[in-house]
């Protein structure tokens, strides 16, 4: 027994004093770390839990859904639906945002958010994770989906949950970001990583080379140069991660640095990038800036994008500042025709002759 550790909830009333609604905001982010000792330990069950394996139903994004996907988004609805705290929720699992049942009061928040991220991980045993946007409605009436089409910059609070060996809350209201561990036999989140600070430099790259046919030339660029190592560009090795679990990306990025894409590609135009703006880019942006960090599409920072949809998706390009700030130049110089070496009209997203460093 460790006296004197600082629990979720007493850390939640330290931080959230002068921010308005801070009881409610509060008692709602408890509400989730909730939602989220639920979902961890249906996760932890692997097999035992009998919820492994697909649902046998597909999302709104014509996705498969697995058994778990489905149940932690039931958690995360009922864990937050009746306390009179929130006004509405979103859900990466739900066609349209889901209405707070006539019986229950209808608070002053918005709560969004991806019960299972990196879900087909869930078979395998490796990470997954559940983030989560609160945004204010400050409306008496029921919420519209336009009112969910908040920039990121609107957010008053976001954080993720990573299921890996030990289960994690990463939160921030704005005043940083921090680290709690959740204590699985005294059933608290105990802070063991407060004000988390993303390295400006880094060494480390996750991305998905399977796709690289569809990257755009700036995308390649940088990829290219940092395989090159010592002897090229960079003058120096890079290290490449790849989990496809976005939460478990961003929060080795959140302890040792490194830069994540998810860029935009050229497989289908309707759907700019892989990632959701609502459910993934837009809080995990919030804890990256208040770490330190930088997040883009690589030509807009991601927290000043207006959704137009729910379910809008967006590249994303996010991590230790000065290699965001590197692709994004990359991006810049490409736009503008001033990078020589890569507009050459021989080299494009779906051509043989991709950049090289020699
Ligand atoms: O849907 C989101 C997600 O699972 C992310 O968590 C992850 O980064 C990405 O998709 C993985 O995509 P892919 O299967 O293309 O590697």
Redesign the pocket.
Known sequence: MHLGRTTLSKFLIQQLEGIEGSRDLGALLVDVAAAVKTISSMAAKGALGGLLGKAGTENVQGEQQVKLDVASNDVILKSCDWGGLVAGMASEELDDPYPIPAEYPRGRFLLVFDPL????NADVNVSVGTIFSILRHDRKEAPKVEDFLQKGIEQVAAGYAIYGPSTMLVVTVGKGTHGFTLDREVGNFILTHPNLRIPEDTSEFAI?TS?ARFWEVPVHRYVTECQDGKSGERGRDFNMR?I????A?VHRILVRGGVFM?PRDTRDPEKPG??RLMY?ASPISFLVEQAGGAASTGRQRLMELLPHQLHQRVPVILGSKNEVERIVRYHWEHDKGIDRRYSSPLFNERSLFRPSAT
């Open positions: 991220d990196g879900s087909s998905n796709n790849w496809a679990s976005m939460v990306e998810y892989r990632l993934e």
